[in-house]
């Protein structure tokens, strides 16, 4: 099965991410907007992929478990962000399997662990940079840690899941050559670049309350800084 990718021509730059993990509360309409930032939206108009990603929530994406997701006013955290964008990553024609969410959730407190941990390790220890090359080939540099949920389906049906692993560069590359990927619905996801980006877009998100769009030109200004330091 394919696999809905991030956008790696969207506009989110990188260049001045915090070093350090940062503290995020954004409402509804800003997590929304973060996310087409970073190339979630793809052709579907902004009021579709708005209430396609509130229905998450019935099913516990990014609060709660399924059947109990938050009602209300929401406040999205970065490990809230990191779960949603790993949802819509893990998109196979547009829809995540309901097995895939409730398997998400049930190992969410190893998978904050990884958010966090793909941040902090952007360029060292298990995310530190190496280098490769080919004949004829300019040397290729990957970075980051790597996640792996670990899926498998069969006739449909989810045989496998997780448990979620992270990965170094070499061990993501040796993921793509050694192993048989034919079954794979998902290989490895560079959760650093994923955190990077997803931190770069918070960074320029708008002031938006509540709705699929800004009621006035006030709400697209910029407002204060989303990002402070954890101590």
């Known amino acids: 099965m394919g696999a809905v990718k991030v956008d790696p021509g969207s506009s989110a730059t990188t260049r001045h991410v915090p070093k350090e993990l940062t503290r995020i509360r954004l409402h509804h309409g800003e997590a929304v907007w973060v996310m087409s ?93 190496i280098r490769f090359s080919a004949p004829h080939h300019s040397p290729i540099i990957a970075r980051g840690a790597f996640l792996d949920l670990q899926i498998d389906f069969s006739g449909g049906v989810m ?3 997780g448990p979620p692993t992270l990965l170094s560069p070499d061990q993501a590359l040796a993921s793509f050559v050694e192993h048989d990927i034919a079954s794979r619905s998902l290989l490895p996801i560079n959760l650093s670049l994923l955190a990077e980006r997803l931190v770069a877009a918070v960074a320029q998100a708008p002031a938006i309350r509540k709705g699929p769009k800004p009621a006035n030109k006030e709400h697209d200004a910029p407002s204060r800084s989303r990002l402070e330091a954890v101590s």
């Open 159 to 161: 045989t496998r899941f």
């Open 37 to 129: 930032r970073l190339g979630f939206q793809g052709t579907a108009s902004h009021s579709t992929f708005y209430e396609y990603v509130k229905s998450l929530r019935k099913f516990g994406i990014p609060f709660g478990r399924i059947g109990l997701g938050r009602r209300g006013l929401a406040n999205y955290s970065y490990c809230h962000l990191m779960e949603l964008a790993l949802v819509l990553t893990a998109r196979v024609y547009y829809f995540v399997p309901d097995s895939v969410l409730a398997e998400i959730i049930r190992h969410r407190r190893l998978l904050y662990r990884h958010y966090r941990r793909a941040y902090l390790d952007r360029q060292s220890g298990i995310g530190a940079p």
